[in-house]
């Protein structure tokens, strides 16, 4: 009766897992004959599962029986080297061979590129706390006021340009504002201007399909300052670039960009000489209760 | 001395409170500071309220004391008073106030340039009359043609602080 037991026990696990066979058998057959080849020679035939269940999720054998008894140790594949990967394989050079003068020297050296410390501390640098959140202002959120979009009408407050109408291009990586006059209109360039010092009104322009050019960047509006200093007392403080000189890049930018607004101020009756005007107070006039 | 009087059908105009700036009919009255109000076509429920809100219009409606709100909007409705209250001055400055109020900055120089050229056109003509005067003046003639077309000007001021300056402006192009 046992033994009868068995082999009628093993039937029905082998066929599922025979069912199983044939059923991987006949999509790859469909798919390509090149594919059941390639399964062919790899592992064609699934064993059957070589743990016997004892119950449900227990196994007669332990992981460690099992890799035995998989023959593991025989089948250990490892996935290909990726590009990363291998650069960080490769070593940086620790050696260099240099030529040396002299008449009995040898004519050259093996120097070490990176060497050892010729100096430690007394005392070691003691270590920093943790502290989380703490971002480089490269990395920092930008933010933008729901009220700037792009084609608003800005008024500035502080600057050179203080009190004059401009429109409102795009905001740039650190989070100031790119703003053109434009130039014809009040005499303000291609500029930058901060978000905190600016009204936005709610008079758009539609700039729906200006060009601004890419390398209008904050490197590109950057102060430029030269620093060469020959150690020499005097006149350190002249030779800094005080005087602005306009490049003609600058020009053909201007005129690429405001080209293409002014067309579109054109449309707006009275738009031309609002941006001409500048901003100011009176009496009786507060900017608390002014609606812009 | 007084012209308007609280009494049964008044219709007041609500000037502060939750239901600032509506009309309401005073429908009877409580004690002596407050009186029953209603206002059905202005969407004000039917409730005591105080007279010191109140701000009475010169418009009466006919309808008995404690008269229901239908009464009342039958009453309303017959005498127009809707419409009655949009032409009067009142209500006209209240509207031009709001409109001032909520004028952007790009309408405010609009206004600027039309009220300029506004101006400039009233001293324009009003040194041509000069000229005329003083010459005529100066043939014993009295000089009462610069009166008439001031008058003619004024009329034109209320119209200045609507948000439409620009047809203004082609109006008094046209002068």
């Known amino acids: ?292 | 001395v007084f012209k308007r009087f609280v009494e049964i059908g008044r219709v007041a105009f609500i000037s502060f409170g939750p239901h600032a700036g509506k009309l309401v009919a005073i429908v009877d009255v409580i004690d002596q500071n407050r009186a029953l109000v209603d206002g059905p076509c202005s969407g004000v429920r039917r409730q005591a309220m105080p007279f010191k809100c109140m701000q009475l219009t010169d418009f009466v409606l006919k309808f008995p004391h404690s008269a229901r709100q239908k009464c009342v909007r039958l009453a309303w409705e017959k005498e127009n008073i809707n419409e009655k209250w949009a032409a009067t001055r009142w209500a006209k400055k209240i509207e031009a106030r709001e409109k001032k109020a909520k004028m952007t900055d790009f309408d405010r120089y609009k206004v600027m340039k039309a009220k300029r050229m506004r101006n400039r056109i009233i001293k324009h003509e009003m040194k041509k009359l000069q000229k005329l005067a003083s010459k005529k003046g100066k043939k014993l003639e009295k000089p009462d043609k610069p009166e008439k077309s001031e008058k003619r000007e004024k009329p034109e001021k209320s119209e200045k602080r609507e948000k439409a300056p620009k047809s203004e402006k082609a109006q008094k192009a046209q002068k």
């Open chain 1, 1 to 292: 009766m046992a033994g009868e037991k068995k082999p009628g026990e093993k039937a029905p696990s082998e066929k599922k897992p025979g069912k199983k066979k044939t059923g991987e058998k006949k999509p790859a057959e469909q798919k390509s004959i090149q594919k059941a080849a390639g399964d062919k020679k790899r592992g064609r035939k699934h064993h059957a599962s070589r743990n016997p269940v004892l119950a449900r999720g227990i196994g007669r054998y332990s992981r460690s029986a099992m890799y035995a008894r998989k023959a593991l140790y025989k089948r250990k594949y490892t996935a290909p080297e990726t590009k990363i990967e291998k650069k960080k394989r490769e070593k940086p050079r620790a050696t260099i061979t240099k030529p040396v003068g002299g008449d009995k020297n040898g004519g050259s050296r093996v120097v070490k590129i990176r060497k050892m410390p010729r100096y430690y501390p007394t005392e070691d640098v003691p270590r920093k706390l943790l502290s989380h959140g703490k971002k480089p202002f490269c990395q920092h959120k930008r933010r933008l006021r729901a009220s700037i979009t792009p084609g608003t009408v800005l008024i500035l407050l502080t600057g050179r340009h203080r009190g004059k109408r401009v429109v409102f291009l795009k905001q740039l990586d650190t989070g100031l504002l790119l703003v053109t006059g434009p130039l014809v209109i009040n005499r303000v360039p291609l500029r930058r201007a901060h978000q905190k010092f600016v009204i936005a009104t709610s008079t758009k322009v539609d700039i729906s399909g200006v060009k601004i050019p890419k390398h209008l960047t904050d490197a590109y509006f950057k102060k430029k300052r030269l620093r060469k200093p020959k150690h020499q007392e005097g006149e350190i403080f002249d030779t800094e670039k005080e005087k602005y000189e306009l490049t003609e890049q600058r020009k053909a930018d201007q005129k690429a960009v405001d080209a293409q607004i002014l067309a579109r101020i054109k449309k707006v009756p009275q738009l031309r000489g609002y941006l001409r005007s500048t901003f100011c107070l009176s009496n009786g006039v507060y900017p608390h209760k002014l609606v812009f």
